[in-house]
């Protein structure tokens, strides 16, 4: 079965501290891995997007992928109150598959 | 600008009423979903649409009901027979990159 767990948090953190979010897979035919932000009350915007193992960095993000151990992170430095949300994480075998969500990490960073 | 309008932004539905919620997209996108998102859960896919004129059940599609008559639009009636209704209800688009998922700001629906 295709499933992905992800721990629900929530989480909270100091303004400018390092997050972790983590997530785990089962089905080893995922091959692209995505995370998207959802801030309250509003659709998820689409974050960071992988489909190989190793890092990917945007600015102050940093998506990690093992695919070995099928967990992937989504790693924030100098957190700071805006990246206040939840973050999803979202796994694809590609075709005409469904993405397959997690159930997303509540993030609170505190000024 | 280019994007996805979910509307109404709150809807209530009465018991035995059947509520449809829009969703327009100006992205010229092919593909259009729906998910519902309760809280503490995961998005679940209702319906999704690949082309124009057809459609496709999802996880979830008992007491829902879609048409995709026009690229642009793909409109969602929750019927009676949803007996559960109360969630958040998220549009989605997506053009040829199938994993760029566009969403819509979303419909919160409750039950009076």
């Known amino acids: 079965q295709k499933e992905v767990e992800q721990d629900p948090g929530p989480l909270s953190v100091p303004e400018g501290a390092i997050v972790s979010l983590n997530c785990t897979y089962s089905?080893?035919?995922?091959?692209?891995f995505m995370w998207y932000r959802q801030y309250s009350r509003k659709g998820p915007e689409l974050l960071m997007y992988?489909?190989?193992?190793g890092n990917k960095e945007d600015g102050r993000f940093t998506a990690q992928v093992d695919k070995s151990s099928k967990y992937i992170s989504l790693f924030i430095r100098d957190s700071q109150p805006s990246d206040s949300a939840t973050y999803l994480c979202?796994?694809?075998?590609?075709?005409?598959?469904?993405?397959?969500f997690g159930k997303g990490t509540k993030l609170t960073v505190n000024p | 600008d280019g994007g996805i309008t979910q509307s109404p932004k709150y809807l209530f539905r009465k018991e035995g009423q059947n509520v449809t919620l829009s969703c327009e997209q100006n992205?010229?996108?092919?593909?259009m979903y729906w998910y519902r998102q309760d809280p503490g859960q995961g998005l679940r896919l209702i319906y999704y649409?690949?082309?124009?004129?057809?459609?496709q059940k999802g996880d979830i599609a008992e007491g829902y009901s879609v048409s995709r008559e026009k690229k642009e639009s793909f409109p969602l009636t929750v019927t009676s027979a949803q007996k559960n209704p109360t969630a958040f209800y998220l549009c989605?688009?997506?053009?040829?990159?199938?994993?760029?998922?566009?969403f819509g700001s979303g419909t919160q629906l409750s039950v009076l």
């Open positions: 979202v796994h694809w075998t590609g075709g005409s598959e469904k993405l397959v």
């Open positions: 089905n080893s035919a995922f091959q692209y």
């Open positions: 992988t489909y190989s193992s």
């Open positions: 992205l010229n996108h092919d593909a």
């Open positions: 649409s690949q082309i124009v004129n057809d459609f």
């Open positions: 989605a688009s997506c053009g040829q990159d199938n994993e760029k998922l566009f």
